[in-house]
């Protein structure tokens, strides 16, 4: 670096700052320059001493950034954080001094840049670009910090000729898959262009040149063009009386440069490398333009897209048309208000161009707004776009939601907020989660209950002869997968004690079918059951039961079932099982879903029903269940008088169930009436002749006299549900000399 170039202007930090301040006074005078100066001269003097790769002192890359920061845009504090922005990271200032100056806000963003500035990236993986994206947005809470960081990438890729070629691909690299989609996201058009062309030219080289060569070689001829066609549309627009500013320029290299690779052109390929802009006013001159343009060119079939009645998700607007000029050359022409032009040059940096620009009648409808929320809109209209747009979608709600950390290799890990080592260890493998023995944060040692930051580097210590989770991480592990894996440790490691409880789970339930473990036991009972299940011994059934992956009722009723199955040879035990079924209920166990007996308990799925005897319900009457002890759930209809004497009772209380009757019931069920009646010659046939009438089928009945000359009928028959039941009585009642018809238990 010879000497003549150190004192050219461009290297002098203080003749740079001086153009700075003369570019903020030119765009606003609600800035104070004396804070401004004075950030300035704290960035001088920290970096003094240190210089840049081409030989300029260090802090005329500060005021570089801050320069682009006016460009974009950006609020005063920014001017002053991007001034700052590398004195945490390469000077002895902390947060602190900057802060007693300059207050926490701007003290904020200079520490979030350090932080985005730390961040190491290592793996390049597709997905891995993205979920970087989403970690730098996500570390940046202020999006100030992203912004500065897109200006500070910005000029370090300008300046990347003074870089090693290793450096200038890496860094260009990154730019193209993290920098420039972030400034897309953004909306921020011109930031995006320059950070593509400037990478382009590191990531190859001869594409980039064989486009500018050709570009150069052409410009004389495009410049007449563009000349030509500006002004015709010019003279046309004042001739319609359409108040309008138009520009025209030659597409940004990689567009060009991406479309010749999309469809295989070559540069000479391509036509429409001219693209013209009209700024209007209003919405209706934007379709008015839009009219005239299509009135004087010929369109280009299928190019016209409106993105002012549909945004794109970054909030760009315009009518985009492409048309073929006089000269046969088509060229695109984007219509939209000065507003949208606004939001398309700068995105989000426009909120703080028009809170602070001059012409604050043109302002955003946000203006009032917080920083945050509008960024939030932003980001949730993102969130509703077409998945298959060109960005990458993220939640609405990252910010709060989710951390993103690196591994030791550098991939970026995606966690819930608030997820700790443990969360880590798990996502990256159970087994590593089972073996771990200690965690580090960057470098450091931490207890596992640390709070994962965005942006730390997570190593996980682990160890052949580790003990395994302890039932305290259940709660300090964050995510529900984490959780998972260690709950199946549990199962897995606590086999002794789950054969153990399952065994007894097991006897239990089939004590309730008139079973023991003996009786099923045998080879070719529980053979078929193990089978069906995977289980290689009866151990293997019992620690399933256990752990709860398979119930003792399923396990019992699939063993009973096998029994049955085995009649011929088993009579004794098939005795057992028919026994069972006859205490507890006279007709067959049928199953609907999780129904048993067209009766669902809440809580509880093939649990053991029994229907009470003293009030016998049916589908349609109000019931409710009683948890016996050992006899399961008994159902009893809610006004039966048995059923509220239990309810009264203290003891009683926490086994009443809600229980439902099945929505498809096709069983029959079994119930008792009582009919008094007057004694009298014939009554027992007279309510035996009406009950055939109505085809009822009736399992009993019976008849005794209550008292002077009168009696009661007693029948127990079957029926459907409480609409039948209702049926039948009204016809009983009708019997000459009946008194009432009533059903037990009321
Ligand atoms: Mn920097």
């Known amino acids: ?88 990271e390469d000077t002895s200032l902390t947060h602190e001094d900057i802060a007693r100056q300059f207050g926490s806000a701007v003290a904020d963003i200079v520490e979030g840049v350090t932080k985005l500035t730390r961040v190491q990236y290592t793996s390049k993986e597709d997905e891995q670009a993205e979920n970087l994206r989403k970690m730098l947005l996500a570390m940046a809470k202020d999006i100030r910090v992203i912004l500065i960081k897109i200006a500070d990438r910005l000029h370090n890729m300008r300046t990347m000729a003074y870089q090693s070629p290793e450096k200038q691909k890496s860094k260009s690299l990154e730019t193209m898959e993290i920098y420039a989609p972030i400034a897309h996201r953004l909306g921020m058009q011109r930031a ?154 700068y995105g989000v940096a426009a909120h703080w161009k028009y809170k602070m ?26 969130q509703e776009s077409d998945a298959s747009d060109f960005f990458y979608n993220m939640k609405v709600d990252m910010f709060a939601d989710e951390v993103f950390v690196f591994s030791p290799k550098g991939d970026v890990i995606n966690l819930p907020a608030g997820a700790t080592p443990i969360d880590f260890a798990y996502f990256i493998h159970s087994d590593i989660g089972n073996h771990m023995v200690g965690a580090k944060v ?118 009973r079932d096998e029994l049955k199955n085995q009649e011929p040879k088993r009579k004794t035990a098939l005795d057992k099982v028919a026994e069972a079924a006859e205490r507890r209920e006279s007709r067959p166990t049928k199953k609907e879903g999780k129904a048993v007996h067209g009766i669902l308990v809440e809580g509880l799925s093939n649990c053991l029903v029994k229907f009470s005897r003293c009030c016998t319900p049916v589908p349609g009457d109000d019931i409710m269940g009683f948890i016996t002890r050992g006899q399961g759930v008994s159902i009893h209809r809610r006004d039966c008088s048995n059923c509220q004497q239990l309810l009264n009772q203290p003891e009683n209380e926490g086994r009443w169930v809600q229980v439902s009757w099945a929505g498809k019931i096709s069983e029959s069920y079994l119930t008792t009436i009582q009919i008094s009646a007057k004694d009298r010659n014939g009554m027992v046939m007279d309510v035996a002749t009406v009950l055939n009438s109505v085809n009822a089928k009736v399992h009993s009945l019976s008849a005794r006299t209550t008292g002077l000359n009168f009696g009661v009928v007693s029948v127990t028959l079957e029926v459907k549900d409480a609409a ?22 009321a």
């Open 442 to 559: 960057n470098g450091r040692i931490v207890t596992y209950d640390y709070v994962l930051q965005n942006g730390d580097i997570v190593e996980i210590r682990t160890s052949k002869s580790a003990p395994g989770p302890s039932r305290d991480w259940l709660n300090t592990a964050k995510s529900n997968s984490a959780r998972t894996k260690i709950k199946q440790w549990f199962k897995k490691e606590r086999r002794e004690e789950n054969i153990i409880r399952g065994r007894a789970m097991l006897e239990d339930e089939l004590r309730h079918n008139g079973l023991t473990i003996d009786d099923v036991s045998d080879e070719a009972i529980c053979a078929p059951m193990l089978k069906r299940f995977s289980f290689t011994c009866m151990d293997d059934m019992f620690a399933a039961i256990g752990y709860g992956g398979l119930t003792a009722t399923r396990a019992a009723n699939r063993l």
């Open 357 to 382: 620009g001059p012409s604050a009648n043109t302002a955003l409808r946000a203006g009032d707004e917080d920083t945050f929320a509008w960024i939030r809109r932003l980001l949730e209209s993102q």
């Open 1 to 88: 670096m010879d000497t003549q170039d150190r004192k050219n202007k461009s290297l002098d930090p203080d003749l740079l700052f001086e153009d700075l301040i003369r570019k903020i006074q030119e765009n606003t005078h609600s800035m104070d320059l004396g804070r401004i100066r004075a950030a300035y001269e704290m960035a001088r003097m920290a970096h003094s001493g240190q210089f840049r790769r081409d030989g300029s002192p260090y802090v005329t890359h500060c005021i570089a950034a801050a320069d682009i920061s006016v460009d974009i845009g950006l609020d005063e504090d920014s001017i002053i954080a991007a001034l700052l922005h590398d004195v945490i």
């Open 192 to 345: 995006k262009w320059e950070l593509e062309d400037l990478s382009l030219q590191y990531l190859d080289p001869d594409g980039y040149k064989e486009i500018t060569d050709n570009l150069t070689r052409r410009m004389p001829e495009l410049e007449r063009f563009m000349d030509s066609m500006q002004e015709k549309i010019q003279t046309r627009l004042q001739a319609e009386g359409v108040q309008s500013t138009i520009y025209c320029r030659i597409k940004h290299v990689y567009s060009i440069y991406r479309k010749m690779y999309a469809q295989k052109l070559d540069i000479n390929g391509i036509f429409d490398l001219c693209a013209f802009r009209v700024i209007v006013d209003s919405i209706p001159d934007c379709y008015n333009v839009l009219g005239i343009i299509h009135d004087m060119f010929k369109p280009v079939p299928g190019r016209f897209k409106d993105y002012i009645s549909t945004p794109k998700p970054n909030m760009y607007q315009s009518v985009h048309t492409t048309v073929i000029g006089s000269e046969g050359i088509p060229f695109e022409v984007q219509i939209r208000t000065w507003e949208m032009h606004y939001t398309a040059e």
């Open 724 to 745: 039948e039941l209702k049926y039948i009585t009204n016809r009983l009642s009708s019997v000459p000399g009946v008194i009432s018809v009533s059903r037990n238990g």
